[in-house]
Nanobody
Framework: QVQLVESGGGLVQAEGSLRLSCAAS????????MAWYRQGPGKQRELVAV???????NYADSVKGRFTISRDNAKNTVTLQMNSLKPEDTAVYYC???????????WGQGTQVTVSS
């Protein structure tokens, strides 16, 4: 049974930083793409950042230069370092695993990030 568990969300002031972590169990993440999505109030879920099994990264334009995604295959975790946070970054952040070579996706339960102005 695959599980993704996020941690690290919370309340922070604008220009502050948070570090989100996602721990996977039931599957080794090494060959699979890992991503962070977010869903703000009244908005659709959107891709924030992705790191492939080969280590390539891609970011939404709105977070480039502020957020960094990284993976630790030995620890079976993926992290999202978020700096210079803005109120518009307020959302529930979800960890995602996209199974290599398949259309299967797994999701975490989400962690709330709230940025106050």
């Amino acid at each position: 049974q695959v599980q993704l568990v996020e941690s690290g969300g919370g309340l922070v002031q604008a220009e502050g930083s948070l570090r989100l972590s996602c721990a996977a169990s039931g599957i080794m993440i090494s060959r699979h793409a890992m991503a962070w999505y977010r869903q703000g109030p009244g908005k659709q879920r959107e891709l924030v950042a992705v790191v492939t099994g080969g280590g390539s990264t891609n970011y939404a334009d709105s977070v480039k230069g502020r957020f960094t995604i990284s993976r630790d295959n030995a620890k079976n975790t993926v992290t999202l370092q978020m700096n210079s946070l803005k109120p518009e970054d307020t959302a529930v952040y979800y960890c995602n695993l996209r199974v290599w070579g398949a259309s299967t996706n797994y999701w975490g339960q989400g962690t709330q990030v709230t940025v106050s102005s």
